[in-house]
């Protein structure tokens, strides 16, 4: 892409799939899965990379062990020698960091957000990402909408160079466009 239509265009377009809105100082950047788990374990690796495609309706701890062809007792052994906690409890981790992500990024409902990460209830999830992060999940969003509505805002005319021709002239009226990188789920 990059050589048919120019740099510019090829980052931009990139850039809208990885960004929904601006970053602020808590939230943190994608980091690879090797360096977020610490180690070059490559079972461990593939236990989590299922869990982590696997938010909405969590695995069973069985059924992971056997798709990584590993005893239950083994994949136990894994979690707790590299990540110092069970699998139940990292999976649950993993659900509740969504979860987050979700809230503060997406206008979904608690509701919504409970059952895309996994929960059969509303409750259950309230107590657990009370329990995890100190604060309830209704109070996740104040905040968060400031840097969602930065995000959303046209660019000025102003700051728009000069009329260009091609694709860089649609992602530039692309980018003036009140529905920019939004994405309604």
């Keep these: 892409m990059s050589r048919d239509h120019g740099r510019e265009l090829s980052a931009a377009i990139s850039e809208m799939f990885v ?9 943190h950047q994608r980091v690879p899965l090797k360096h977020m788990l610490g180690t070059n374990q490559p079972k461990l690796q593939e236990i989590v990379a299922l869990m982590e495609a696997n938010l909405e309706e969590p695995i069973d701890l069985d059924e992971l062990a056997v798709y990584v062809a590993v005893s239950r007792r083994q994949l136990e052994r894994l979690f707790q020698k590299y990540l110092h906690c069970s699998p139940s409890r990292y999976y649950l981790k993993l659900r509740l960091i969504r979860a987050r992500q979700l809230l503060k990024q997406t206008p979904m409902s608690i509701i919504e957000v409970a059952s895309v990460c996994g929960f059969v209830s ?7 990402y009370r329990e995890y992060f100190g604060i309830p999940p209704r109070d996740e969003r104040v905040g968060s909408n400031t840097a969602q509505q930065v995000a959303m805002m046209p660019i000025p005319q102003a700051l728009v160079l000069a009329p260009l021709s091609g694709p860089l002239s649609a992602l530039s009226q692309a ?11």
């Design 175 to 185: 980018r003036n466009e009140s529905t920019f990188a939004s994405v309604r789920l």
């Design 19 to 27: 960004y929904e809105r601006i970053r602020n100082e808590q939230d």
């Design 122 to 128: 509303t409750p259950h999830f309230s107590k657990c």
